[in-house]
Nanobody, 125 residues
C-alpha cells in the first residue's frame, strides 16, 4: 500500500526558509514520478514541483529559483527546500506520487494518483 507522510511545515516570516520532507512507504521514491502540490485558502490544488525517476526536475514559474526538490534514497524521502518565502506561498503542501513512471514530468495535480495528508506552511510577519 502506498503511503505518504509529510512534515516540516510551520510559520515563517517573509524571506525565511523551510524544508519539507515526505516519507514514502510501499514503494521506492527514486523509482517514481513524484511531486509537491499546494492548496492555498479558497483556491484549487496547484502543482509546485516534480521529479522523475531519472532525477530530472521541474518547477512552477512562481517558485523557480526559490524552491528545490530532492530525494534521499537511504531514507526513501522526497524533500522540498523553500527559500525566500513569500506570503503568497502560504498553503497546505502535499507530497504526491504518480500512478506510473514516465520520462515527462506531469504538471497537473490530477496526474498524481496518491497524495499525503499535507503539512501547513504559513508565511506571515
Amino acid at each position: 500500500e502506498v503511503q505518504l507522510v509529510e512534515s516540516g511545515g510551520g510559520l515563517v516570516q517573509p524571506g525565511g526558509s523551510l524544508r519539507l520532507s515526505c516519507v514514502g512507504s510501499g514503494f521506492f521514491v527514486t523509482g517514481s514520478n513524484m511531486a509537491w502540490l499546494r492548496q492555498a485558502p479558497g483556491k484549487g490544488l496547484e502543482w509546485v514541483s516534480g521529479v522523475n525517476s531519472g532525477a530530472n526536475t521541474r518547477y512552477a514559474d512562481s517558485v523557480w529559483g526559490r524552491f528545490r526538490i530532492s530525494r534521499d534514497n537511504a531514507k526513501n524521502t522526497l524533500d522540498l527546500q523553500m527559500n525566500n518565502l513569500k506570503p503568497e506561498d502560504t498553503a497546505m503542501y502535499f507530497c504526491a506520487k504518480a500512478e506510473r513512471r514516465t520520462g515527462l514530468i506531469p504538471t497537473t495535480p490530477e496526474s498524481y494518483a496518491y497524495r499525503g495528508q499535507g503539512t501547513q506552511v504559513t508565511v506571515s510577519s
